[in-house]
């Protein structure tokens, strides 16, 4: 033990045996999956342009945090909660770089949250203040996703339908920026609604 | 071996010259004492912004309205900004600081290029400077401890490139041949960061891997950040201290060798215990419960090691401020390190996975088992280096206390948040809301162990500064000040 170099091949073997066991391993075996199918019916399915945008939104807020996007099978009760009706596999993620499996769960598991609330209008609420959609919850408020204006003639289309107590002085409205839309089209995105044979799921399991 | 030794010894002159002990000792110091001095000033620095930005996030999580209207400072941004300064900004570099003063000491003589370490470590700190504004402008990427972005990750890796290859020399540089555990360690966390950062970099970034596969390096990395790298680093620190600060030999000494390897073996591949029942390749994440698992081997020869040694001299803990730094950091260590093994397996993960847990025990191990040996370390090192006493040995006793406080309640109240959260979120149906509501009072608690932790580093940062600018007393001024500490490390127990 007396000599660097000695020291420096027992760690240098170390470090690669356990990168080559554990990262280039199962990427050579199951990191090179293809897309199955294509059109409609492509698993996984493509996301739309506003949804990247969204996206980005989503990794700059630091959403990941809080976050996870993976439904578990074999513990947990992901499935009973409704996050999803089976287990993800590599296959749905293949398109998403950086990807957003998380590690924390301090707010609900959002990857089928499309699916659960399909109402955009239901998001930007959610963005704006999280106390009018679920009241209690710990999520912060991004104000900064929207803007505040005075309303000119008509008013805007797409302004907030803000209910008793969180509305704005008279005279004004609550427009949702272009980044908070494309927040809210990723959120609707974020359903799988296809079926992957292998997945397990409880309808399997009790087929079996 | 020890003739050999003695005749490789005698080949360097400088080392039999006629000044007495300390005043080698003062040469060594004074060759590296600009650099190690800048890096341990960044240490106190960066740990004054994590405790800040610590209480923050510690704030936000039960009070989500707290300063709301700064965007850049939403829990997203925070958060990682926290722990990447802790790990990036105050461990890595009060870890270094204690390495290269410590390197430079065994090796036993004055080692030169001292300007290579300044420059990188200058250019360290710029390069965190830049990866937390980057985090908090929205540049982050979402990998634990790979969220500076990526125009930030080049310059930390090359400046880290720098610091190491002074280590390097200065491993090579030694005066004496036979090597101590400390430099084991030290080379091990050089050589180890290198390379997990580059192949975290490639992997993630530059070559992604596919989807969830990126998700895997990330954990592997993380795993490995915590085991391969600071943890070394706080090892070569806690096996110089304890002979310094006890006069007392490293009991078991010899079994060193077993615990280095089978730490670095298990902890390469523990980081992956995370990704149980995910969308991931299940037997990855078995090869991490099982790394994990065998981590018990390597702590429990650590915990005979440091445990006897510390109980053998145990009155001696007490007279010494570097010592209880040390006997915290043991204790810290060994709590840690068996959740770690306990928590990782799957039984106890299917209640805490996706917790608080995770963070409550991060924090154990790297603020208290790293962290407050890095602090003993630096105890140690300033009078030496600066030939001053410290000013007020009352202010580091509060300080021990408070900053260990701060550090128990904050792991403390995050692993229980973790097991109720738990139960509630992963073994019931409770809706998620009143599932975070019902532990609410643990986050309450935590923030006020981030208020102890906080106060306890600004104490830290006075007693630093007070040493630093104050001017030395006529019998500081002698070179007879500090009673050379025992030479333990040479001889073989």
Request: net charge neutral; aromatic share 14%; charged share 10%.
């Amino acid at each position: 033990m007396n000599r660097g170099p000695f020291i420096f091949l027992g760690v240098f073997v170390i470090v690669s045996l356990s990168w080559a066991l554990t990262l280039v391993k199962p990427i050579s075996e199951g990191g090179q999956l293809r897309p199955v199918g294509s059109g409609d019916a492509r698993v996984p399915t493509v996301m739309t342009g506003g949804a990247a945008l969204g996206r980005e939104t989503y990794q700059e807020l630091g959403c990941v945090v809080c976050h996870t996007q993976q439904v578990r099978f074999a513990a947990g009760n992901d499935i009973a909660r409704g996050w999803g009706d089976r287990q993800t596999l590599p296959l749905d993620y293949i398109d998403q770089s950086p990807v957003f499996t998380g590690a924390f769960r301090i707010g609900p598991d959002l990857t089928n949250v499309g699916a659960r609330r399909d109402d955009a209008a239901w998001h930007l609420l959610h963005f704006y203040n999280p106390q009018i959609a679920s009241p209690g919850s710990n999520m912060p408020a991004y104000p900064q996703l929207f803007e505040k204006r005075p309303i000119v003639g008509e008013g805007s289309s797409r302004a907030l339908d803000l209910p008793e107590g969180f509305a704005v002085q008279e005279g004004y409205e609550v427009v949702p920026t272009r980044k908070a839309e494309a927040l809210a089209a990723y959120m609707l995105s974020l359903k799988i609604q296809y079926d992957i044979e292998e997945a397990p799921s409880p309808e399997k399991l009790s087929l079996k | 071996m020890r003739f050999i030794c003695n005749l490789c010894s005698s080949l360097f002159p400088s080392l039999e010259g006629g000044g007495s002990q300390r005043e080698r000792e003062l040469g060594i110091d004074a060759s590296t004492r600009f650099a190690t001095l800048g890096t341990i000033k960044a240490s106190v620095f960066w740990l004054l912004v994590a405790s800040l930005l610590g209480l923050i996030s510690s704030i936000k999580l039960h009070s989500p309205s707290y300063l709301a209207e700064f965007s850049c400072l939403s829990y997203g941004k925070v958060y990682p900004a926290f722990w990447n300064v802790l790990v990036y900004g105050w461990l890595f570099n009060a870890g270094l600081a204690c390495v290269c003063w410590i390197s430079a000491r065994l090796a036993g003589r004055p080692i030169g290029n001292s300007y290579l370490l300044t420059i990188a470590g200058g250019a360290w700190n710029f390069a965190v400077i830049v990866g937390l504004v980057g985090i908090l402008v929205g540049d982050q990427r979402p990998f634990r401890l790979l969220e500076f972005p990526s125009y930030a990750a080049p310059l930390l890796f090359v400046s880290f490139l720098g610091m190491g290859i002074w280590i390097l020399l200065a491993f090579k540089a030694r005066a004496y041949r036979s090597t101590f555990v400390s430099q084991w360690y030290v080379l091990a966390a050089v050589f180890s960061f290198v390379w997990i950062y580059m192949i975290a970099q490639v992997m993630i970034f530059l070559v992604p891997a596919q989807g969830v596969f990126q998700s895997v390096v990330a954990s592997w990395f993380f795993g490995n950040l915590s085991g391969l790298v600071i943890a070394p680093l706080a090892f070569a620190t806690l096996y110089y201290l304890i002979p310094k600060t006890l006069g007392q030999h490293i009991v078991g000494y010899r079994q060193s060798g077993i615990a280095f390897w089978t730490w670095l073996a298990a902890s390469s591949c523990s980081g992956l215990a995370a990704l149980v029942n995910g969308p991931f390749p299940a037997w990855v994440a078995s090869v991490g419960v099982i790394a994990s698992f065998a981590l018990f081997l390597p702590v429990s020869i650590f915990g005979m090691q440091f445990v006897s040694s510390l109980l053998s001299s145990f009155s001696k803990i007490w007279d010494s401020l570097s010592a209880r730094f040390v006997a915290y950091s043991v204790v810290a260590f060994l709590v840690a390190s068996l959740l770690i093994v306990f928590g990782s397996l799957r039984g106890p993960q299917e209640t805490l996975q996706f917790t608080q847990f995770e963070n409550g025990l991060r924090f154990l191990f790297l603020a208290g088992f790293g962290g407050m040996a890095f602090m003993g370390g630096s105890y140690f090192i300033l009078p030496r280096l600066l030939n001053k006493e410290l000013p007020s040995s009352g202010l580091i006793d509060v300080q021990f206390w408070i900053q260990g406080l701060g550090i128990f309640v904050i792991a403390a109240s995050l692993i229980s948040a973790g097991s109720a959260h738990g139960a509630l979120l992963n073994g019931s149906e409770v809706d998620t809301v009143q599932a975070l509501a019902s532990v609410q009072p643990y986050f309450f608690i935590a923030t006020l162990g981030f208020v102890f932790f906080l106060s306890g580093s600004l104490m830290y940062a006075v007693s630093f500064f007070w040493m630093l600018l104050s001017s030395r007393s006529e019998k500081e001024k002698s070179a007879e000040l500090l009673k050379s500490a025992p030479e333990l490390e040479y001889t073989p127990s």
